[in-house]
């Protein structure tokens, strides 16, 4: 292996320090205290936008409402991923199937009781996305770790067996093709489309901020399924995990 | 609402386009038939009075993303339309994957929406859909180089993608926003400030990754000369615009004229060299979108109004005529089998006459042989260029652009066999079209008055005098070939140089 | 200043990224440094929200007084998914290249693909 070249190193590391100097002097001196700290919006702004919207968790009220566009382009991102993944592995053919080493019985046992815990903890995350932390991203990832614990534990076979491939891709599209609809809908009752449609509620309980409950469920739910639809196909293509 | 509702149908139409086999291509009729009809809706709109703004969701402008249907906006989104038929058309009897057709309604949409948007995080995101939508595209047929190619083209897009996200940091620590308009107003009130240039240098040094400039995009000419005709034809049309429209978005807020200048003048003239001696005909289309980028930078840089309109035009009509170039020299390569130019000169009887018409209007449109595409933007945008010296640079890139172009000459001079597809032949009209008829297309864009400079005399002497310079040192050069420096294009050196491009913006931002 | 010790480190971690997609050869760790390139700016963002004595956005009546700027941390929800989606499209490429090349060393498969490359370049 050679030895990458004398310039090379000096410019890397001279150009990339100076990189970081420039930034960090962009942040601190230019401006006493960072003049964005107070011209950035106050707290009765942001009580004025929760009050609006319903939900009380103001960055669920602003990425799932004000700032709807962003996230809805970025659950495209996330589909185009997973069709990606599978349209590559694909090509690559199936893997011969590769004798997985059985867990313990503890490590299964355990499987299967924490299973059921994980996959709720996951549901009560994205179903109180607006009222606490957490959200459709968030309470899917939790979910899909789930799986990913069972396919682990249990093996994929078994995991499989349960979420089938049809069902998996179905869901994993349909649920992409909702959240565009439920974008979209308003514009049947008259309203700008990707508004907030449902009435706002009271604010603290879950039946409050609208269509943002619609659209945590939705999210978490196309994260659940896209994350495992990742994980069978690299499991189909390569062998076990 | 238009502008929300057209990419928004892209997307419906993208993502039904996966559920369906047989009738994705039918899908994408439909979908170019709607986004028509929004489209000219939107045109009308303008056309009334003031270009149609719209807040995302109904909220107001601080908070939500503002879309703004400007002049400017509606032509880069009616390129993008234009190029999605020459595409449908043209890949209408490949056997082609849902996936594909999926990627496409993506990669329009996304356009539609960039074109549109005045809201940094916005376009941060779709600059990455972007981003992600055609490294697929060109790793679409899963060969070793494509994949090979289009890994270098997404990490050194997702570093210049962290750099602008950096930019939107030190925007939002600075402005408290991250709408354009709030951002411009807080500048001018206050233009010194350190934190403007910095923040420049970061924005304008991630989407110049994207942009086609010559020393942050060192991925393109192996990412665009080896993927499927198509998507070079969608890359250098389309894709590369839209880089160039953000950066001209940007170009309103930040003072960033001395700067883009130079680095038009360095891309135009450092493509130009690079495409003089590569003999892959597609290696040299790559070469010379790099180089064709210079003219738009040294439009927006210049300042003046007919300068930039002049830029924005030649944006089309590169969009065009590149994409047109693409198509022909694709079919030509496949039906030779290989896209060495001195092979495909040997086999040219076998190229079809279609190919062969459609390479010579490309030909002619880019090195600006009047009254095509390229002459009459270049006409527009040498209006506005008052310093002898920005003239001097955009006469020079034509000069270069003729020296590298008249290679090709032998190939369109022969007697062609054979036939081309009818959906082929009916791309190459579609976009041939558009390059021969563009003087009444530019009067959509660019306002009558400036347009009259595309029948002044001396804008006639300088094309055929560049052509004819071009000609002969093409003579002058053709059996003195040269070496040129490789190592660039490897992706370490790419990153390193894609950091001296940053340090290169944010010194000449000094001066601004 | 309450969030600038955040941005110190996330300037000094994208340097360390950027360091690593420079110099380090493999193509895994350069993916992983440019995964650490993206996660810094994602927490330099978030920093800058951060205010003294601040508490968390979620505001329930009675409200508190000052609480931490929501709006980079749920610009930052589109910047994450987007970057574990690059990641893992870029490690599927890496799989398929490592397939046909046997090896995850750029410069070994920079050599082989300029030795496949057309003599005419």
């Not at chain 3, 994602?42 to 409200?63: E, F, H, K, N, Y």
Request: proline share 4%; net charge positive.
């Amino acid at each position: 292996m050679r030895r990458a070249p004398i310039g090379l190193i000096l410019a890397g590391f001279g150009l990339t320090a100076a990189f970081c100097v420039v930034v960090l002097l962009g942040f601190g001196f230019s401006a006493p205290q960072g003049a964005g700290v107070e011209r950035s919006p106050d707290v009765d702004r942001w009580i004025e936008v929760a009050r609006q919207t319903g939900a009380v968790n103001v960055v669920s009220a602003i990425y799932l409402d004000a700032r709807l566009f962003d996230t809805l382009l970025e659950v495209l991102v996330f589909a185009v991923a997973v069709l990606g993944v599978r349209f590559y592995l694909t090509a690559r053919g199936r893997a011969e199937p590769v004798e997985s080493i059985p867990e313990s019985s503890v490590v299964r046992v355990a499987a299967n009781i924490l299973l059921p815990l994980i996959l709720l903890v996951g549901i009560y995350i994205t179903v109180h996305g607006h009222i606490s932390p957490g959200g459709g991203f968030s309470g899917g990832v939790i979910a899909g770790s789930g799986l990913l614990l069972a396919a682990i534990a249990l093996g994929t076979d078994a995991v499989a067996a349960r979420f089938s491939r049809r069902l998996s891709d179905r869901l994993e599209w349909g649920a992409l093709l909702g959240i565009l609809l439920v974008a979209a809908v308003p514009i049947l009752f008259g309203r700008a489309p990707l508004s907030n449609l449902l009435p706002a509620g009271i604010p603290g309980r879950i039946g409050s901020g609208g269509s943002i409950l619609l659209y945590n469920g939705l999210i978490g739910l196309k994260v659940f399924i896209g994350s495992w639809v990742i994980v069978r196909h690299f499991v189909d293509h390569r062998g076990d995990i | 609402m238009g502008l929300i509702l057209l990419p928004l149908v892209r997307f419906l139409f993208g993502g039904l386009s996966i559920a369906s086999g047989r009738t994705s291509r039918l899908f994408g009729v439909l979908a170019l038939a709607v986004d028509a009809v929004l489209l000219a809706r939107l045109a009308l709109a303008l056309a009334g009075g003031a270009p149609s703004v719209l807040v995302v969701g109904g909220w107001d402008g601080g908070l939500g993303i503002t879309l703004v249907g400007d002049r400017i906006g509606l032509t880069f989104a009616a390129l993008a339309w234009g190029l999605g038929v020459a595409v449908v058309l043209y890949t209408w009897k490949d056997a082609l994957r849902p996936y594909f057709f999926m990627l496409l309604h993506l990669l329009i949409g996304a356009s539609y929406v960039l074109v549109f948007t005045r809201d940094l995080f916005n376009a941060y995101v779709i600059l990455e859909l972007l981003t992600l939508a055609s490294f697929l595209l060109v790793g679409y047929e899963r060969r070793p180089r494509q994949i090979w190619a289009s890994l270098r083209y997404l990490i050194l897009c997702s570093l210049g993608m962290s750099f602008f996200l950096l930019g939107i940091a030190v925007v939002y620590y600075h402005t408290g926003s991250l709408d354009l308009a709030e951002i411009s107003a807080q500048i001018a009130a206050d233009p010194g400030s350190a934190w403007v240039r910095l923040a420049a240098s970061l924005l304008i040094g991630g989407v110049a990754v994207k942009a086609g400039i010559f020393l942050f995009s060192l991925w393109l000419p192996a990412a665009h000369a080896r993927a499927m005709p198509a998507v070079s034809a969608l890359l250098s049309g389309l894709v590369i615009k839209m880089g160039v429209v953000q950066l001209f978005r940007l170009s309103e807020v930040f003072p960033v004229g001395l700067t883009f200048t130079v680095l038009g003048m360095t891309t135009g003239l450092l493509g130009i060299v690079y495409a003089v001696q590569t003999y892959d005909v597609k290696k040299l289309l790559a070469f010379s979108t790099l180089s064709q980028i210079g003219y738009l930078l040294i439009g927006f840089g210049a300042g003046t109004a007919a300068a930039r309109l002049g830029a924005l035009d030649y944006a089309v009509a590169h969009g065009l005529f590149k994409a047109l170039l693409f198509l022909a020299v694709g079919e030509a390569s496949r039906i030779v089998g290989t896209s060495d130019l001195r092979a495909l000169i040997l086999n040219r009887n076998s190229i079809p006459t279609a190919t062969r018409v459609a390479l010579i209007v490309g030909t002619l449109g880019i090195v600006g042989m009047p009254p095509l595409a390229g002459f009459a933007a270049k006409a527009v945008l040498g209006s506005g260029l008052h310093p002898t010296a920005f003239h001097a640079a955009v006469a020079l890139i034509s000069v270069g652009t003729a020296v590298s172009f008249a290679k090709i000459l032998p190939l369109l001079a022969a007697r062609s066999s054979g036939r081309s597809a009818w959906n082929h032949i009916a791309a190459y009209s579609w976009l041939g079209g558009g390059v021969v008829l563009f003087l009444p297309l530019s009067a959509a864009i660019v306002p009558r008055s400036l347009l009259s400079a595309t029948w002044q005399w001396p804008a006639y002497v300088e094309a055929f005098a560049a052509i004819l310079v071009g000609l002969g040192l093409h003579r002058l050069l053709r059996n003195r070939p040269f070496q040129l420096p490789r190592r660039i294009f490897c992706i370490e050196e790419g990153t390193l140089v894609v950091l001296a491009g940053f340090f290169l913006v944010y010194i000449l931002l000094q001066f601004a | 200043m309450a969030g600038l010790n955040g941005v110190t480190i996330s300037i000094l971690l994208f340097g360390i990224g950027l360091l690593g997609v420079i110099f380090r050869r493999d193509l895994v760790v350069k993916l992983l440094a440019l995964g650490l390139i993206n996660s810094a700016a994602i927490l330099c963002l978030v920093s800058l929200g951060a205010r003294p004595d601040g508490a968390p956005p979620i505001l329930v009546p009675p409200t508190a007084t000052a609480i931490v700027d929501p709006l980079p941390q749920a610009i930052v929800l589109s910047a994450i998914v987007i970057n574990f989606a690059i990641l893992a499209l870029a490690l599927v490429f890496v799989m398929l290249l490592v397939e046909r090349y046997h090896t995850t060393d750029s410069h070994r498969i920079e050599r082989e693909t300029a030795a496949e490359e057309e003599p005419w370049d």
